[in-house]
């Protein structure tokens, strides 16, 4: 696919129109080659009431990043129709409600910058226009910034920078490639919601930190609490990095 892209900032307007009036309506659900991140896999495995083991079999397939060692899960698309995504019907998104961050921002692109120094974050944009997507040109009178909020990407901005911020720790801790076992605590921690759950309440996996009760009462029903927690593990154990239990 051939792409331009373009700076712009919040400020700027968006003349940017998707609708299923639109002569290509879902042609940006062909064609995929699109990563998940953990915060996209735990609201899609929800929406669709089924575990991570059984959602990450069914719906995604696994790669390693060859120079890093980091799990990539993408979308197993059909080769049969166009290498559509698995949610994708004739009346648009079936998973709309949790669909995955990217699906949200398209056509724009995030990128992040972190000051080592406070820790702050500093966002940057740019407009992808693919020549099959036509809903560049619409005369909508709308900011970046209130397209975003139409988005409602802001929770999954909030949660995927935490796992650029761990992506950016390994690249100063551990450059090159992770080992077999460090990937797969990547994994499990981050991705295998249900089956990390399973290995802390059924196996004791983290029993040697003594879980604070509360928080071992909070992550038996609470992804979010408990993908926190496997971040903060992963943070342990490939960079030494003390466990906060959240606090
Ligand atoms: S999750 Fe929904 S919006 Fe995203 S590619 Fe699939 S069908 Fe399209
Ligand atoms: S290709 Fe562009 S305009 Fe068409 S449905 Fe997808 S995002 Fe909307």
């Known amino acids: 696919m051939t792409e331009d892209m373009i700076s712009v900032r919040l400020e700027n307007l968006m003349n940017f129109n998707c609708n299923c009036e639109n002569e290509c309506f879902n042609d940006c659900c062909r064609d995929l080659n699109q990563a998940l991140t953990p915060y996209d896999v735990l609201r899609l495995k929800n929406n669709l009431g089924i575990s991570s083991p059984d959602f990450l079999r069914t719906y995604t397939s696994l790669h390693y990043g060859p120079g890093s060692g980091l799990p990539v899960i993408e979308f197993k698309p059909n080769p049969d129709t166009g290498y559509e995504c698995p949610f994708v019907t004739p009346e648009g998104c079936s998973v709309y409600e949790d669909r995955p961050a990217s699906c949200r921002m398209y056509p724009l692109a995030r990128a992040i910058a972190r000051s080592r120094e406070t820790g702050e974050i500093t966002q940057y944009f740019a407009l992808i226009e693919e020549p099959h997507c036509k809903g560049f040109g619409k005369e909508t009178r709308q900011t970046i910034k209130e397209w975003l909020k139409?988005?409602?990407?802001?929770?999954?901005?909030?949660?995927?920078?935490?796992?650029?911020?761990?992506?950016?720790?390994?690249?100063?801790?551990?450059?090159?490639?992770?080992?077999?076992?460090?990937?797969?605590?990547?994994?499990?921690?981050?991705?295998?919601?249900?089956?990390?759950?399973?290995?802390i309440v059924e196996k004791d996996l983290l029993n040697e930190f003594s879980l604070p009760e509360d928080l071992l009462t909070k992550i038996k029903t609470d992804d979010e609490v408990l993908l926190n927690l496997g971040i903060d593990w992963v943070k342990f154990m490939l960079f030494g990095i003390k466990m906060t239990f959240g606090e």
Do not use: C, T, W
Request: charged content about 30%; glycine content about 8%; cysteine-free.
């Open 150 to 199: 139409g988005q409602d990407v802001g929770k999954y901005n909030e949660e995927n920078d935490k796992l650029m911020e761990l992506i950016s720790l390994k690249n100063q801790i551990l450059p090159g490639k992770l080992e077999g076992a460090q990937s797969d605590k990547f994994y499990l921690a981050l991705y295998d919601l249900d089956e990390f759950r399973a290995q």
